[in-house]
C-alpha cells in the first residue's frame, strides 16, 4: 500500500511540477516582466511554413 501511495506521489509530481515552473519572461536587468505575445507562424496547403501573407496560409 505504501508504495503504491508513494508511486502516486511521484507520478503527480512530475504532472504537475511543469506547469509550476513556466517559463518567466525577464527583461535585460533581470526583472520579472510581462512575457511578449508569441510571433504566429503560418502554413500553406501542403503544411510547408511560409509567410502569413501568402495567399492560402493558415495561422499554425
Do not use: N, W
Amino acid at each position: 500500500m505504501e508504495r503504491l501511495l508513494a508511486a502516486a506521489l511521484i507520478i503527480s509530481a512530475i504532472l504537475v511540477a511543469p506547469t509550476a515552473y513556466a517559463a518567466q519572461c525577464r527583461d535585460t536587468q533581470g526583472k520579472f516582466m510581462k512575457c511578449p505575445a508569441k510571433s504566429v507562424h503560418c502554413r500553406d496547403i501542403a503544411g510547408k511554413f511560409v509567410k502569413c501573407s501568402a495567399p492560402g496560409a493558415k495561422p499554425a
